[in-house]
């Protein structure tokens, strides 16, 4: 059976993911988008783009008929799901094929079966795959808490809630259940014990038609937020170091994937502990997210392999080792400091150094880049905030993990707050290169250290007045006379040129220096004396540092978009936003109001007017980006207003409630 013309069912990386290796083998590509995603690089990318009328995953991406219609509208032969999705949808797949077109994926049967994690369950167990037993909710007493509530039809973090208390069970499961419905058309919902400290390791099994079933690696995927995988990498540092374990690993990913007659990529995932003992968790019958970090340290193509599968083709004869290490991190648009918040807004660049490629397995030492945006794509409230994945390759895990925390902080991402910051301090954290990493990482070592921003205070302070001077010196090119002049300079004493930023870690400033024959004098911030001006240009300016041990020469590149300015330098990024000269009284908020700090929609509400709140009672509740987030109360106090009703839409910074503080006047 031959593949002349593949339709991803999918959207951003995954789509262009696939794109890629399609184009390698000759292989013709349509996308399918939906209308928030008409402009996205996917679409650009295909050979054939079919519009899905909407904007939303329920009206678009999870419409396994209009898939199926823009495919045979294109000349389709093929569909691959990607991930996420109808990726696991069993009656997708059988239509896919009772349309007469070829599924990239496994038999309908074994998604059938591992597609409802309750019946999965007790298949593995009754295969001999060591389990974890099942609780039904109605029946979970104190005594079995913490529990595990999760999606019986999905993954990555969507219906997923940790329960520590009985009385708040039932209004957890209402809530997975909320998100099931909404990520995967199935709002089923199971119970098991939640094990608060654990390794997540998870081995790739690729089987042909013929009967032939490869274990092809592991990876570990411990480094977690809301259940959802931020660091992966392969090999597992824990297998590593425990004999045998990399052995029973792959042979319970065996005999699961033989147990339900699999065909082509999956991964089986397991919960371990410090000894090697594990458990089945569940098994995606699809490609993984972290699929690429594999492909690194086994040299293979997995979507070429998947689709040489589809077609019939056995796998090769010789099944590759492993060589060297690989991580991969997940860069999100989100506030990991204010509770994981979702961003929304333009990417205005993305560009990281040191990248030999994207969505191509290298051979040698570099860094690999898959993602879905470009520089100016938009960020919508709709789907996932990945922005990209970054993945690094290296002979040795440190030199792996060093590489990649130092092209991430050399990175330029501007336009949206993102998780960069958190990802170079977990790649250069004591106990991640220790290989010490379990899903409890960021409890064990602070949330709150591990988010800080990369730049120091006397860093941010030094990437302020280079803005300032960036900036001046852009007003001067673009003036219409004494162009030729120093930016800012005067030939006689004078007042101090002034500009103020605000910069959403440490608030508003105000930039005042001088630049006069005497050189460059800067009054504010404080603690700058002696500080030269070699070069400024509206993109670049050069200082010399003093210090203890002498001057050390400095240079910042300035980027500006609007009001936004960029500031990156070694010692580490730093965003701003201009302020005007004059703030108009329009702008300001009333103290106590809860602004929305995403795009979303409303789902319920909380309190009414009128009413005594407590510290951290939930006020609404916002639906973004596929997962539900709580407004509560900033404190005590009297809810005086409540402008928003369930169902409505808002946008970022839209004040949603005020609450009067008891400690008010």
Avoid at 279 to 289: A, D, G, H, K, Y
Avoid at 296 to 308: E, H, I, K, N
Wanted: proline share 5%.
């Amino acid at each position: 059976m031959e593949i002349t013309n593949v339709l991803v069912a999918n959207r951003g990386e995954i789509a262009r993911r696939v794109f890629a290796t399609c184009r390698r083998m000759g292989i013709a590509t349509t996308a399918v988008y939906s209308d928030a995603d008409a402009n996205a690089p996917h679409v650009a990318e295909a050979d054939a783009a079919i519009r899905l009328p909407g904007n939303t995953p329920g009206e678009t991406y999870l419409r396994g008929e209009l898939i199926i219609e823009a495919a045979l509208a294109a000349g389709a032969d093929a569909i691959h799901p990607g991930y996420g999705f109808l990726s696991e949808n069993a009656e997708f797949a059988r239509a896919v094929q009772e349309a007469g077109l070829t599924w990239i994926g496994p038999p309908v049967s074994a998604i059938e079966q591992m597609g409802s994690k309750v019946e999965s369950k007790k298949m593995m167990d009754a295969a001999g795959v060591p389990v974890l037993k099942q609780l039904d909710p109605a029946e979970v007493t104190a005594d079995m808490l913490p529990v595990l509530i999760k999606a019986s039809a999905g993954g990555g973090g969507r219906g997923m809630r940790v329960v520590r208390d009985v009385a708040d069970l039932n209004d957890q499961i209402e809530a997975a259940q909320r998100e099931a419905q909404s990520a995967f058309g199935d709002p089923t919902v199971f119970c098991e014990r939640y094990l608060e400290t654990g390794r997540h390791i998870e081995v790739q099994v690729m089987a042909d038609t013929q009967g032939t079933v490869w274990a092809v690696g592991e990876r570990e995927c411990s480094i977690q937020r809301r259940h959802q995988k931020v660091v992966e990498e392969a090999p597992s540092p824990l297998v590593e170091k425990i004999d045998g374990m990399r052995a029973r690993l792959f042979e319970a990913a065996r005999l699961a994937s033989e147990a339900i007659g699999y065909e082509g990529a999956g991964t089986v995932e397991f919960l371990a502990d410090e000894k090697g003992d594990f458990f089945f968790l569940e098994m995606n019958t699809r490609l993984q997210v972290e699929h690429p970090v594999t492909e690194q340290v086994t040299g293979l193509d997995l979507v070429r392999l998947q689709l040489q599968v589809a077609a019939g083709r056995p796998l090769p004869a010789t099944q590759p080792g492993m060589r060297g290490h690989s991580i991969e991190v997940r860069l999100y648009a989100e506030d990991p400091a204010h509770d994981w918040q979702p961003q929304s807004g333009t990417v205005h660049k993305l560009e990281i150094p040191g990248t030999l490629g994207e969505f191509t397995v290298r051979s040698e030492p570099g860094v690999r880049l898959d993602t879905g945006v470009v520089d100016g794509s938009v960020v919508g409230v709709h789907y996932d905030p990945m922005l990209s994945k970054v993945i690094s390759f290296a002979e040795t895990r440190d030199e792996a993990a060093h590489l990649l925390a130092s092209a991430l902080q050399r990175a330029k991402i501007h336009g949206l707050v993102t998780n960069r910051d958190l990802l170079v301090r977990v790649l250069r954290h004591p106990a991640f290169l220790a290989g010490d990493t379990d899903t409890a990482f960021f409890a064990t070592h602070g949330l709150e250290s591990l988010s800080a921003p990369l730049v120091s205070e006397d860093g941010e302070k030094l990437s302020l007045v280079a803005a300032a001077l960036a900036d001046a010196a852009a007003n001067r090119a673009s003036a219409r006379v004494g162009r030729g002049l120093p930016s800012g300079w005067r030939n006689l004493p004078s007042q101090a040129q002034s500009k103020s930023y605000e910069s959403k870690v440490s608030g508003k400033h105000d930039v005042r220096y001088r630049l006069a024959r005497a050189g460059l004098t800067v009054e504010s911030p404080e603690g700058l004396d002696g500080l030269e001006l070699l070069e400024a240009t509206p993109d670049s300016v050069t200082l010399l540092v003093p210090g203890e041990r002498g001057k050390v020469r400095r240079r910042f590149q300035v980027a500006r978009y609007g009001d936004h300015v960029a500031v990156d330098s070694p010692l580490g990024p730093v965003a701003l936003r201009r302020l005007p000269r004059f703030e108009d009284p329009a702008d300001q908020v009333a103290e106590g109001s809860l602004l929305a700090p995403m795009p979303g929609a409303v789902i319920r509400l909380g309190a009414e007017v009128g009413s005594h709140v407590e510290k951290g009672q939930p006020i609404l509740w916002l639906e973004a980006m596929k997962m539900e987030h709580t407004i509560a109360a900033p404190a005590a106090g009297l809810l005086t207003e409540l402008n928003v009703t369930a169902g409505q839409q808002v946008d970022v910074g839209f004040v949603l409630a005020v609450v009067q503080s008891e400690d008010s006047e």
